[in-house]
C-alpha cells in the first residue's frame, strides 16, 4: 500500500531515525574536542602577492603621504613613549593580542637565570604603568589594580626557564597548555592585599609547561569573580604562549601533524560478545593486575571467556579488543551496584553468564594512538595515562568494573555471582 | 593546609575551592554549569571566531553544541558505533586544523557538515569489516524505523548523501550543493529522486 504524502513521511522517518540514536556523553564529546584541539595546528598558508592597484601618480602622492605621516608619528611617539621596553605581540612568551584586552610582554626570552614577564589587561592600562613598562619591575601594574572596575581582569605572568636544577620543580606541577583558571588558588602576593579597602580577588596558578616554569598571577575587580569573569579570564589564558618553537619543536609538530588522523589519544569501545564455555558453564573472567614498582608490573584489567579468549584488555601498555565481537551502544563506566576496591595483588573473578554480554574499554593514551588489526585483534599501543574495564550482560544488568591509573593503583568491583579465582594472585 | 596545596615559604597560598573560607571554586564547570559557562551564551559565528584564535573552550563548545547530530548523521551513515566514533573524532580534528581557513563564520555548520561528509565517505571506503550484518547493537526497536535504516542503507550512495545531509542535518538545498560540489538544480533532482526511490522501498 502506497503512504499518502510521501515527501512528508520520508523526512518524518528520518527525523524519527535520527532521534533514535542516542549520541555519545557529554564528557566524551568534551574529551574528542580536547583531543583534536591539543594537535598543532599547521601554518598558514602565503598569501600571493596582488597587483598594486594605483596608478603611478597616486602611488607618489601616497608614498609623500606617508613619509610625512611617518615623521609626525616618530616626532609625537618620542614625547609620548614609555620609557620601557614592553613589546605589544609575542614572542617567545606572552599572551596574543586580542581585541579588548591591552597585553605588554618584557620582550626576552626567558632564561633560568631571568624572567621574561607578561601581562594581560582587560582594561586600558593606568598611564603610570604605560609609561613604566614591565621591564625590571615585578610586572605589577599597581595603578591599573589600584582602580580596576568589578569588572575587569588583570593576568600577570612570570616565565622562568627549566635550568638544571630540577628542585623547583614540585612547586610547578607539569600542566598542559591551556592551563585553566579553575586550577589556580586563592593568593596574596608577600601577604600584601594590593586593595585593602576595596579588596580584589587574587589568585595564582603554577605550572611547567614547554619546559618553562610559570607563575601567573589573577587579578580580578571583585574578591568573587562571577563566571563570566572566569570564562573572560579563561579565554585570554587559552591565547597564553610559552616558550619559542625551536627547530626540534617545529620538526617534532610536523611529525605529529603528519601522522595518522585516525590517531586518537581516547580509545572507548564498547563490544557486544559472545561468551564461551569452560569446564561446562558458560563464564568471563575480569582480571585486575595492580601496578607494582618493584615488580616492574603494571596496572591492567582484561575480560576473558571460554579458553582464554580475550574480548577487551587494557594496560599501561595500550589496548586490545576482541575482532569477534560487535560494536554496541556504550554501556556505564561506574561500580554502582557492585562490590569490590583496590587490588593489592593480580586477581580474578569468574562471572557465570549468558550467551552474550557487553564489554566497554575505554583508555586515555599520553600520545594519540591508533587501532590497528592484529591477528584476531584490534591493538593499539602506546603509554596509557588511565583504562577502564567495564562488563554488563546484553540486559545491562552490571557484571564487573574496573580502573587502573597509571603507576598509581587498580581498583576492581564485581557483581555478587561472581568468585574469586584463587589460582590468580 | 591540605595535600593539595602549592606551598610556598611564606604559607600564604591556601587551597582555593568551594569549601575554603566561603570563597567559591574557580572552576566554572563545578556546580553551576548549566549557566555559568559563557561560550554556551555566545552565538555561534563569535565562538568560531574564538576558536579560530585558538580557544580551546570555544571549540569545546561548538563540538558539544554540534557533536550529537554529527554523530547521529555519522551512524546512520556508517552503521557502525564505533566507525561513527573514530568518524566524528577525525571530523572534529580536521575541524580544527583547518577551523583558520575558515572565512566566514556563520557558514561553520555547512562547513564542518562537508568535512563529516567526507570522513564518511573514507570511512566507508576503508573499513574491512561488513558494515550492516554484523553491527545491530545500535539498531532502533521501532520495525518501522529498521525499514527506514535498511532502505537508506540500500539507496544509491548519491542519494542517501543528499537525503540525510537536507534531512538529518537540516542543511539547505544550497547548502547540500556546496557540501557536495555540485549544483543546486542537482541537489533538487537528487532529492526529488532519492525520495521516490526511499518511498519505493518502503512500500
Known sequence: ?425 | MSQNDVSRDDGTFARLDATTEGVPSLDPFADRRASESPPAELDEPELVRRAQLGSSASFEQLVLNRGPALYRYLAVRLRDEGDARDALQETLLAAWQGLPSLRTGSKFWPWLCGIAAHKAADAARGRSHAPLDEVDASAPDDDELLEVRDALAALPQHFREVLLLRHLLGLSEAEVAEVLDTRVGTVKSRSARARKALEDLLR
Open chain 1, 1 to 425: 500500500m502506497k503512504r499518502e504524502t510521501p515527501n512528508r513521511h520520508v523526512e518524518d522517518l528520518v527525523v524519527r531515525l535520527e532521534r533514535a540514536i542516542s549520541p555519545p556523553a557529554e564528557q566524551d564529546l568534551r574529551a574528542m574536542a580536547r583531543t583534536a584541539s591539543s594537535r598543532p595546528r599547521p601554518l598558514p598558508r602565503a598569501t600571493r602577492a596582488r597587483r598594486w592597484p594605483l596608478e603611478p601618480r597616486w602611488t607618489g602622492f601616497l608614498v609623500l603621504a606617508l613619509v610625512v605621516a611617518i615623521g609626525l608619528g616618530v616626532g609625537l611617539g618620542a614625547l609620548i613613549a614609555p620609557s620601557g621596553t614592553a613589546a605589544p605581540g609575542p614572542l617567545g612568551t606572552g599572551f596574543l593580542p586580542d581585541s579588548g584586552w591591552t597585553v605588554l610582554q618584557s620582550g626576552a626570552d626567558a632564561t633560568p637565570e631571568r624572567q621574561a614577564l607578561a601581562v594581560a589587561s582587560s582594561v586600558p592600562l593606568h598611564p603610570e604603568d604605560s609609561a613604566r613598562g614591565i621591564r625590571g619591575s615585578s610586572g605589577l601594574p599597581y595603578e591599573t589594580l589600584l582602580r580596576l572596575p568589578q569588572r575587569g581582569v588583570v593576568i600577570v605572568a612570570l616565565f622562568t626557564l627549566r635550568g638544571p636544577y630540577t628542585w623547583q620543580d614540585e612547586y610547578y606541577p607539569r600542566r598542559e597548555l591551556p592551563l585553566r583558571v579553575r586550577d589556580a588558588t586563592r593568593s596574596q602576593f608577600y601577604s600584601v592585599p594590593v586593595r585593602p579597602d576595596r579588596p580584589l580577588g587574587q589568585y595564582q596558578l603554577r605550572a611547567t609547561a614547554n619546559d618553562h616554569y610559570v607563575e601567573l598571577y589573577f587579578y580580578f575587580g571583585t574578591p568573587t569573580p562571577s563566571p563570566a569573569l572566569l570564562t573572560t579570564a579563561q579565554e585570554q589564558l587559552d591565547r597564553l604562549i610559552v616558550g619559542s618553537l625551536t627547530a626540534s619543536d617545529a620538526r617534532a609538530a610536523r611529525r605529529q601533524a603528519g601522522a595518522d588522523p585516525s590517531a586518537s589519544k581516547l580509545i572507548d569501545r564498547t563490544l557486544l560478545c559472545k561468551t564461551g564455555v569452560s569446564g561446562g558453564i558458560r563464564e568471563i573472567e575480569v582480571q585486575a593486575d595492580p601496578p607494582i614498582r618493584a615488580l616492574d608490573r603494571r596496572g591492567a584489567l582484561k575480560a576473558l571467556t571460554g579458553a582464554y579468549d580475550t574480548l577487551g584488555w587494557t594496560s599501561e601498555y595500550g589496548v586490545q579488543l576482541s575482532t569477534q565481537c560487535k560494536s554496541a551502544q556504550p554501556i556505564p563506566l561506574t561500580s554502582s551496584g557492585l562490590t569490590g576496591g583496590t587490588s593489592r595483588y593480580a586477581e580474578q573473578f569468574d562471572c557465570t553468564v549468558g550467551r552474550n554480554v557487553l564489554v566497554r574499554v575505554r583508555a586515555v593514551f599520553r600520545a594519540p594512538a591508533m587501532l590497528k588489526r592484529v591477528r584476531g585483534f584490534l591493538e593499539a599501543e602506546g603509554a596509557v595515562r588511565e583504562g577502564e574495564l567495564a562488563v554488563r550482560t546484553q540486559s545491562g544488568k552490571p557484571l564487573a568494573y574496573g580502573k587502573f591509573v597509571a603507576s598509581k593503583s587498580t581498583r576492581l568491583y564485581v557483581a555478587g555471582n561472581c568468585v574469586r579465582d584463587p589460582n590468580r594472585w
